[in-house]
């Protein structure tokens, strides 16, 4: 199973990107979905996760600027960033997780970066 991120790029502050992270492989089942990020010298945070049942979880930071979706049929997972700001640069991770049997997967980190 391999989790393949994108939509990471350079953007001005105030600005949009959109995050996608598609699952390739034998995966079923996925509880959890959620993004990630690592700013340079930081450790890694949560930023945003959703349920399988539909529930959204987000870091405070984000709030009300972020949205996080999942398309279940193509395992996929989403992460609208509106009013970018610099403080969001850093390598985004996606994350699918399933509890039982347990498993995690990582996707390889996307980069973005938000100019003052």
């Known amino acids: 199973v391999q989790l393949q991120a994108s939509g990471g790029g350079l953007v001005q502050a105030g600005g949009s990107l959109r995050l996608s992270c598609a699952a390739s492989?034998?995966?079923?089942?996925?509880?959890?979905m959620g993004w990630y990020r690592q700013a340079p010298g930081k450790q890694r945070e949560l930023v945003a996760l959703?349920?399988?049942?539909?529930?959204?979880n987000y870091v405070d930071s984000v709030k009300g600027r972020f949205t996080i979706s999942r398309d279940n049929g193509k395992n996929t997972v989403y992460l609208q960033m509106n009013s970018l700001k610099p403080e969001d640069t850093a390598v985004y991770y996606c994350?699918?997780?399933?509890?039982?049997?347990?498993?995690?997967?990582w996707g390889q980190g996307t980069l973005v970066t938000v100019s003052s």
């Open positions: 994350n699918f997780r399933r509890f039982v049997p347990a498993s995690n997967y």
């Open positions: 492989g034998i995966i079923f089942s996925i509880d959890v």
């Open positions: 959703v349920t399988s049942g539909g529930t959204t």
